[in-house]
């Protein structure tokens, strides 16, 4: 008889246990009893509908508000780590767009693999085309008082090609838009920084990894030392107006990735942190004292040029200079209010500036410039119209 109550009251209590843990999510939802921590990366959180008659009898309402409390779930990062951790495990996928597991946990993008090996190439006639379109802007600016400045930042397919996964046949490598860029550029009078193939050069010699293991974009240290090259190149070609110096001080070792080392890890959601290399942080400052006449200088370019943004070069060290990023929008402008290219004068904006940088790094240089070569051509050569 006493067996018979203690089995009851066993099964009592896990049939309350499991009563419980039914609405364990839906009392964290409401009354947040857990800190889950939110998902990385970019993806739109689902509204919460407004309940229309119309939505009703039609269906929409019910599958927006299904979506929106699916979406709502305060286990659902949880759940989609585990998720995303599993295949990473397992099956050596990234759960992210474009994301490529490479030998030894290396992260990559797909793009700059394809662009390393090739497989975007846009053919030579292309590429000539556009640099003797370059070429007729650049004698136009120059003669406006206006430099311009080509800049090939590195790729992560291009400098840990070493770690390409075989899937991609690695060894079946053809020419490439950065080989047929680069020698265009070389037999041309345009002012041109090679980052792509110094860093290459460096990487072997470098007291700091110059490319994360688990980022998309040059390393911290790197950035720092790219921003600096950078820096005396333009005090080599302005005559008059000179760049503050940019100064390096002490490097802090450390494990832990900061700012965008870890980019694509971020963006892959995973339970657990991939072990990464040990990188440098260094303490930098821009001596802007003892400068009075800096150039205005404007930068179109890729995210590889965000960092720099972010920590002050072009507000610093260019007079407060425009960053048109991929050719759209414009920033700091467009942290207000969106400003985009495609609604400004591009001749009178271009000409009041010293400096143009045009920065790309090799995965895009398949559209190199985004744009911004043919529209400055089409605005300093436009079609002759045929009279009748």
Do not use: C
């Amino acid at each position: 008889m006493e067996e018979k109550k203690r089995d009851d009251l066993i099964k009592k209590f896990l049939f309350i246990g499991i009563v419980a843990l039914l609405f364990i999510p839906m009392f964290s939802n409401r009354y947040k009893l857990f800190e889950i921590k939110p998902l990385g990366g970019s993806y739109s959180q689902a509204e919460d509908p407004k309940f229309a008659f119309e939505n009703w009898f039609e269906g929409v309402y019910q599958d927006q508000k299904q979506n929106y409390i699916e979406e709502s779930l305060i286990f659902k990062p949880l759940f989609v780590r585990i998720y995303n951790q599993y295949y990473h495990d397992f099956y050596n996928i990234g759960r992210a767009n474009s994301v490529v597991v490479g030998k030894s946990g290396y992260l990559y993008e797909s793009y700059y693999i394809k662009a390393y090996l090739g497989r975007d190439f846009i053919g030579d006639k292309e590429i000539q085309a556009k640099v003797k379109k370059l070429s007729l802007v650049v004698d136009t600016l120059k003669s406006k008082g206006v430099e311009l400045i080509v800049v090939f930042a590195p790729g992560k397919g291009s400098f840990y090609s070493e770690f390409i996964p075989e899937k991609f046949n690695p060894n079946d490598k053809t020419i490439t838009n950065y080989e047929v860029y680069n020698e265009k550029l070389l037999k041309s009078s345009i002012h041109y920084l090679d980052f792509r193939k110094w860093f290459l050069s460096k990487k072997s010699t470098s007291k700091y990894p110059l490319f994360p293991k688990t980022g998309i974009h040059w390393s911290k240290y790197g950035e720092l030392l790219a921003a600096d090259s950078l820096l005396r190149y333009i005090n080599s070609i302005s005559q008059f107006k000179k760049t503050p110096e940019l100064i390096i001080g002490e490097v802090e070792v450390s494990n832990i990735m900061r700012d965008t080392d870890d980019d694509i890890e971020k963006g892959m959601n995973l339970y657990y942190d991939i072990p990464d290399l040990e990188m440098g942080y260094p303490v930098f400052s821009i001596h802007k004292e003892k400068i009075n006449n800096q150039p205005k200088v404007l930068t179109i370019s890729d995210s590889y040029y965000w960092g720099m943004f972010n920590w002050g070069l072009s507000k610093k060290a260019f007079n407060n200079g425009q960053f048109w990023y991929y050719n759209e929008a414009i920033y700091p402008d467009s942290y207000e209010k969106p400003i985009k290219v495609s609604d400004i004068n591009i001749i009178d904006e271009v000409e009041k500036n010293d400096i143009v940088i045009l920065m790309s790094t090799d995965a895009y240089l398949y559209k190199f410039a985004f744009g911004f070569i043919d529209q400055l051509y089409a605005a300093y050569f436009p079609p002759e119209v045929p009279t009748k």
